[in-house]
């Protein structure tokens, strides 16, 4: 009345604005109770409503129990009074309440495969990734026994296994087979930033089968395409050159195409192409796989130099291929020179130089001069190791005296340079 303001009419007003306010509300929280197919409002229900509405939300708690206050004397406070709980009672019922055998545990700690092989193994302690189902290989799914599972060894005891990549595996999958290819039609730039990576990328293992499977098939279909094997080499030199990968599952698939790019006959669509270099560096791979894998296979060494040992001693045998054999059996290392080359050297150039007198055929001649320059080269590395005070004792030996000498006057004035003056050998010779 003071300041003039109707009083009833404020009244009214207000009323009828607190009315409209009451309204909306109970019809949003309603809305919430029936959305969650309840018959009894709560109050969440009216808390979501207010924050629907953008008004300030209430404080406070709903029970379905009645709840039971205890007044504090001396103070006019009422609290909720919680209950006592008696500990000793639930050490002793703790078969019922599910707790520990001890109370409190003890702090410790486990291990357990995070990935094997670059797979991760399903187990407890591994979160669980769902993988669709892929079919295509070049998409990445590789299963183990899928024709007959009790065929498939541990595989079929355990179900089919499955080998899966991620999409970056795939999108880097394709850019390698990319660039192999096209390094092979001339274009190296992106072939070498390949290359670099394969050679120290910690995280391409789930790639070995395919790469591996790969290089197979590759080097198998384009025999006469030099410079596809030429890159399909340098891929499997990146890949052996690669510490972070483990190559043992897949030496079955490597060795053949490094062995084939070494002795077979024919690698290029015409003789007078450079395939000799390729077959010097696939070669060089060979003491890359048995200093690796030497020690676990003790077959390796043995198995590959048989192999070219026989390349060299067949008759039936092209110069190209006797080439490979000369340059693959010097790359293994003075000892299996000594054993397998020395013995047969001299005849081996007396043979090639033979071919350079009598031969009509300039290709002949070429293949006959490639192959003694391999044998010099073989034979000028075994001098040299035989410079060496540590390995003269160990690989010079009075029996090996005599065919060195021999093979000195059959190579000639040619092997001089490779004779360090200082040596063992040179005293002999």
Known sequence: DELGVDAEAVQVQVAAEVELKL?????????????????????RDVDLALKVRGWQAMHGFGAGEAQNYRFLQDQTVYFLEDEDVDLRKILEERENVLLPKKVPLKPTFGIHWLAVDGVQPTI?????????????????????GRDDPKKSGAAGAGGIAKHMLSRELQIYYDKVVFAVVDSAL???????????????????????????KFIFDQVNRSLCNLSLLSSAMRLTRCILINPNLDKELYLHQMMPPILTCIVHRKLCSSPF???????????????????????????????????????LLSKDRPMTTQYGAIVGLAAMGPLTVQSVLLPVMRKL????????????????????????????????????????????????????????RAVLSASGEASLPWTPPNSHMALFL
């Open 23 to 43: 309204r909306q509300l109970v019809q949003d929280a309603a809305k919430f109770m029936r959305r969650g197919r309840r018959q009894r409002l709560s109050t």
């Open 124 to 144: 407890a302690e591994n979160p669980h990734i769902y993988e669709p189902r892929l079919t295509d290989p070049k998409t990445a799914t590789a299963t183990a």
């Open 186 to 212: 001339g274009n190296r730039g992106a072939a070498e930033a390949v290359y670099a990576s394969l050679a120290v990328d910690p995280g391409l293992q789930q790639l070995m089968p395919y790469l591996s």
């Open 273 to 311: 192409m450079d395939h000799w270099s390729l077959r010097s560096f696939s070669a060089r791979l060979i003491p890359l796989v048995y200093s690796q894998y030497g020690e676990t296979y003790k077959d390796i060494r043995p198995r590959v130099t048989r192999t070219l040992r026989d390349a």
């Open 349 to 404: 150039f007396n043979r090639f130089n033979r071919v350079m007198l009598e031969a009509t055929s300039v290709l002949r001649r070429v293949e006959a001069q490639h192959c003694i320059g391999a044998l010099q080269a073989a034979f000028g590395t075994y001098l040299r190791a035989c410079s060496s005070p540590v390995l003269a004792k160990a690989i010079l030996l009075e029996e090996h005296v005599k065919p060195a």
